[in-house]
């Protein structure tokens, strides 16, 4: 299982941005799909996640409001769309997803590779 995150970079102080992560590889049932991150110094903490049957969606306090994380069960895609960012959204941000994949008895998670969020004033 592969996790490819894209779509972070640079942006302003109230602006907005998207961040995409693609699950890949022999998948045989996706439970949730979500993104933590980590600012220089500080621990990774949770951002949004999404379930997969449902669509429920959970956010961290920081970020209700102004984030909003979706999911295409046909491209077992998450996104998390980030609007009136603030200085204290840049971290690295992380996609992680617990998926049944072919071989395994139970669920695992994955992670995918950091994506760099920078909000400028």
């Known amino acids: 299982v592969q996790l490819r995150a894209y779509g972070g970079g640079l942006v302003q102080a109230g602006g907005s941005l998207r961040l995409s992560c693609a699950a890949s590889g022999n998948i045989l049932n996706t439970h949730r799909m979500g993104w933590y991150r980590q600012a220089p110094g500080k621990e990774q903490e949770f951002v949004a996640a999404?379930?997969?049957?449902?669509?429920?969606?959970y956010y961290a306090d920081s970020v209700k409001g102004r984030f909003t994380i979706s999911r295409d069960h046909a491209k077992n895609t998450a996104s998390l769309q980030m609007a009136n960012v603030k200085l204290e959204d840049s971290a690295v941000y992380f996609c992680n997803a617990v998926v049944v994949a072919t071989g395994d008895f139970f669920a695992k998670e994955y992670w995918g590779q950091g994506t760099q969020v920078t909000v400028s004033s």
């Open positions: 999404v379930t997969w049957t449902t669509s429920s969606t």
